[in-house]
């Protein structure tokens, strides 16, 4: 939120707000003075004039009171409001949040916007190694399921990019089943709500260097 010009302080407020009612409480002394019939009672401490002035000095300390509490709480309340306006247009209270979906990819590569819909997990993924990879499997294994060896990517579960993935690309990966736990493809579940969590694997080649094999990142997504 931008503030245009110069906005006097807090302080400066309640400076002008103390001068203002130091001047009416002079002219309302003034008035007093005039209207109270003078007498040698008028003036001690039981004197009407003395009771005016001490009604006067006391609401003036209440309304100094009254402008602090406004200011100091007012300005809390403000900055509440941005920090949450912040928050909603960061999305932090979105749906997709609140499901727990998330993909943290590993140093040098990349993940982003996983989704689960109908058995198909679709997720964006690429590579920033310094190098073109070619002949690039990729495939979920779920958590508790052991690391991929060569003979995973060459299941019905694993997706092939024949053209390979070059240094700062990213590819739609879209699979229907992962590895579980027995080392096997199954499928993914379809139930709205169903969690799914893993990792996304890859094997690739460099240059004359076949088979390499990396986790890209992690995932944890539910079905939409």
């Given amino acids: 939120m931008k503030i245009l010009g110069n906005q006097p302080s807090i302080g400066a407020v309640k400076r002008v707000f103390s001068r203002r009612l130091n001047l009416i409480f002079s002219v309302l002394m003034v008035i007093v003075a005039a209207s109270v019939p003078l007498g040698m009672g008028a003036f001690n401490n039981t004197g009407p004039l003395h009771k005016t002035m001490v009604s006067l ?28 306006g912040a928050l909603f247009s960061l999305g932090v209270f979105s749906s997709n949040n609140s499901l727990g979906t998330s993909c943290i990819s590993n140093a040098g590569y990349l993940c982003s916007n996983p989704q689960i819909h109908g058995g198909t997990l679709t997720v964006n993924v690429g590579q920033l190694t310094g190098s073109s990879w070619t002949t690039v499997n990729v495939l979920l294994v779920e958590t508790g399921a052991p690391a991929p060896t060569t003979s995973s990517f060459a299941l019905s579960c694993a997706q ?60 944890s997504v539910k079905v939409s």
């Avoid at 003036?60 to 309340?77: C, F």
């Avoid at 089943?177 to 690739?204: D, E, H, K, R």
Wanted: proline letters at 1%; hydrophobic letters at 45%; glycine letters at 14%.
């Fill in 57 to 84: 000095r006391s609401k003036e300390v209440k309304a100094q009171s009254a402008m602090e509490y406004l200011m100091t709480y007012g300005w809390a309340i403000l900055i509440i409001a941005v920090v949450l």
């Fill in 160 to 219: 092939q990019f024949s053209s390979g993935i070059n240094n700062g690309q990213q590819v739609a990966m879209s699979v229907t089943g992962g590895i579980t736990s027995g080392g096997a493809c199954t499928a993914l579940p379809s139930s709205v709500g169903t969690a799914v969590s893993g990792a996304v694997w890859a094997q690739y080649t460099v240059g004359s260097n076949s088979g390499l094999i990396a986790k890209l990142a992690g995932i």
